[in-house]
Antibody, heavy 118, light 113 residues
C-alpha cells in the first residue's frame, strides 16, 4: 500500500534552517509529482511547493519563494524540503502529499512538526 | 495566491444535508474543473473526498457530492452521520504565468448536532 513517511521536523530558532524528508513507497514514485503542504497552529492548510516527477521543475507559494527548496531523489524514493531563513509564521505541521490529477492529493503522510522560536 | 473563501462553520442534525461553499476567482476555481475536497479529523492527515469538482474516489460514500458554478464550488454531505463531523477544505488548481500552483480554502468546521 502507499506510504508516505515524513521526518526532520523539530525546534529551530528564527533565521535557522531545517531539512524535511519524505520516504515514499507502494507506488511508482518516479512517475508522480510530489507536494509539501503545511498546517499552521489553529489554522488551515496551505500548499507550499510542488516538484514534478522528473525533478527538474518546481513551484512555490509566494511566502516561501527564495527561502524553501523542494528536491527529490528518484533512486531513493524520497522528496525533501530545505527550509532556510525560517520565521515564526513557518511554524506548523508539514505534510508530504502525492499528486494525482490536477489539484488532487490522493495520499498524505502523517506530518512532521516544525516549530520556529525566537 | 489568496486562499479560497469558505464559511468557518456549518452544521446539521443526523440525516440532514449540509452544503459548504468555496469561492475563488476566474484564475483558480472558475478557470478550471480542478477542484478537490478534503476531510480532516483532529490530529489526522487530510483525506481526499472529491476530485475534479464532482468525482468520488473509491471508498468514499455517495453521500458526498461536489459541484461548481462560476467561481464557486460546493460540497454537499447528505444524510449526515456522526463521523462526518470534521474540518473540510477545498483546493483548486491555480496556474499563473505558466506556474503550476495550488490554493486551499480557509476551511469549514462541520458539526453534527
Amino acid at each position: 500500500q502507499v506510504q508516505l513517511v515524513e521526518s526532520g521536523g523539530g525546534v529551530v530558532q528564527t533565521g535557522g534552517s531545517l531539512r524535511l524528508s519524505c520516504a515514499a513507497s507502494g507506488f511508482s514514485f518516479s512517475r508522480s509529482h510530489m507536494h509539501w503542504v503545511r498546517q499552521t497552529p489553529g489554522k488551515g492548510l496551505e500548499w507550499v511547493a510542488i516538484i514534478w516527477n522528473d525533478g527538474r521543475t518546481d513551484f512555490y507559494v509566494d511566502s516561501v519563494k527564495g527561502r524553501f527548496t523542494i528536491s527529490r531523489d528518484n533512486s531513493k524514493n524520497t522528496v525533501h524540503l530545505q527550509m532556510n531563513s525560517l520565521r515564526g509564521e513557518d511554524t506548523g505541521v508539514y505534510y508530504c502529499a502525492k499528486d494525482a490529477y490536477h489539484a488532487t492529493f490522493d495520499y498524505w503522510g502523517q506530518g512532521t512538526l516544525v516549530t520556529v522560536s525566537s | 495566491q489568496s486562499a479560497l473563501t469558505q464559511p468557518p462553520s456549518a452544521s446539521g442534525s443526523p440525516g440532514q444535508s449540509v452544503t459548504i461553499s468555496c469561492t475563488g476567482t476566474s484564475s483558480d476555481v472558475g478557470g478550471y474543473n480542478y477542484v478537490s475536497w478534503y476531510q480532516q479529523h483532529p490530529g489526522k492527515a487530510p483525506k481526499l473526498m472529491i476530485y475534479e469538482v464532482s468525482k468520488r474516489p473509491s471508498g468514499v460514500p455517495d453521500r458526498f457530492s461536489g459541484s461548481k458554478s462560476g467561481n464557486t464550488a460546493s460540497l454537499t454531505v447528505s444524510g449526515l452521520q456522526a463521523e462526518d463531523e470534521a474540518d473540510y477544505y477545498c483546493c483548486s488548481y491555480a496556474a499563473s504565468d505558466g506556474a503550476d500552483l495550488r490554493v486551499f480554502g480557509t476551511g469549514t468546521k462541520v458539526t453534527v448536532l
